[in-house]
């Protein structure tokens, strides 16, 4: 069955990717003034952060879009990998992030240099952590109603922001107030490492979406209960599994009575898939009747690997 009725979920992702990059503007602004007014490392790390995020933010701001348009010609499956795209292209640009604010906080270990109007960049960055928290609340509520990978791989990277906020807060706090240079290069070094590891959960998720990672166990067992709630249908085989951005795909053999009509057995089917819509709302669902006892295995039997009943 091909999902109808996602201008709700649609809207909800629309709607906060356009106000991530509002943010991301607005952050790389008060960084930039902070960053010039202070020269704390760990501000510089900040800010080149942020102008990442606006590019990761521009990134899922389209990708969404295009993940939304519906199936053509060229695209008979949709457009929902194109959030995969977007995932591992902020997951490449976080890594990049890591490495040069890495390689900036070592130097200024080795070379401390003082932090200077400190007040302003505290507060900028108190500024900061506070856009950033109400932007993750926003992205977490579109999240719920979408189910968006794309606006998870964008909420994950601002979560990461608003953890490092704060050791940025620390570092030039130290910087400035304590006469610690050190401890603002150290702030900036974490954040550096906070950022790898972060890409490096993306990276993973986005490359079990383009490699067809199948859905998790629980979802499995979901959906081969739903089908077999009805006692008409007595087994289920060949179940295929994915995610293509929030849309999930599933496929499945059904085993009915052979002596059913072939009107009966398409009422059977569909019964199962409204229960499996149900369950997974807006889910692309592909039944195959077979007759007990008579199925044949009509593809790679390795299929079957994403589960049988």
Aim: aromatic share 6%.
């Amino acid at each position: 069955m091909t999902p109808t009725g996602h201008d709700d979920v649609h809207l909800a992702t629309r709607s906060v990717t356009r106000l991530s990059v509002g943010v991301a503007v607005v952050l790389i602004a008060l960084k930039a003034f902070a960053l010039g007014a202070s020269g704390s490392v760990a501000i510089l790390a900040s800010l080149t952060d942020s102008a990442l995020d606006l590019v990761a933010s521009l990134a899922t701001f389209f990708a969404v879009r295009w993940a939304a348009a519906p199936p053509d010609a060229e695209h008979r499956h949709g457009h929902g990998k194109g959030e995969a795209m977007a995932a591992l292209v902020q997951s490449g640009l976080i890594f990049a992030s890591a490495l040069f604010i890495g390689w900036e906080a070592v130097q200024r270990i080795f070379d401390p240099r003082p932090v200077s109007s400190g007040y302003w960049a505290v507060v900028v960055v108190l500024i900061s952590i506070a856009l950033t928290g109400w932007l993750v609340w926003m992205q977490d509520r579109a999240i719920k109603r979408s189910g968006s990978m794309a606006v998870k791989a964008d909420q994950a990277h601002y979560a990461a922001d608003l953890a490092a906020g704060v050791v940025v807060l620390i570092g030039v706090a130290s910087g400035a107030f304590l006469s610690a240079p050190g401890l603002d290069a150290a702030a900036g070094l974490i954040v550096a490492v906070w950022l790898f590891w972060g890409a490096l959960g993306l990276l993973k998720e986005a490359a079990d979406h383009l490699l067809d990672r199948a859905v998790p166990d629980a979802d499995r067992i979901a959906i081969t209960t739903a089908v077999l709630a009805d006692p008409r249908i007595s087994g289920v085989h060949q179940l295929r599994s994915r995610m293509a951005g929030s849309m999930m795909s599933i496929q499945m053999h059904v085993d009915l009575e052979p002596s059913l009509t072939l009107e009966q057995a398409h009422d059977i089917v569909v019964e199962a898939e409204n229960r499996l819509l149900a369950a997974f709302p807006g889910a692309d669902i592909l039944i195959h009747a077979d007759p007990r006892g008579r199925a044949e295995i009509h593809a790679d039997a390795g299929a079957a690997a994403d589960g049988t009943a």
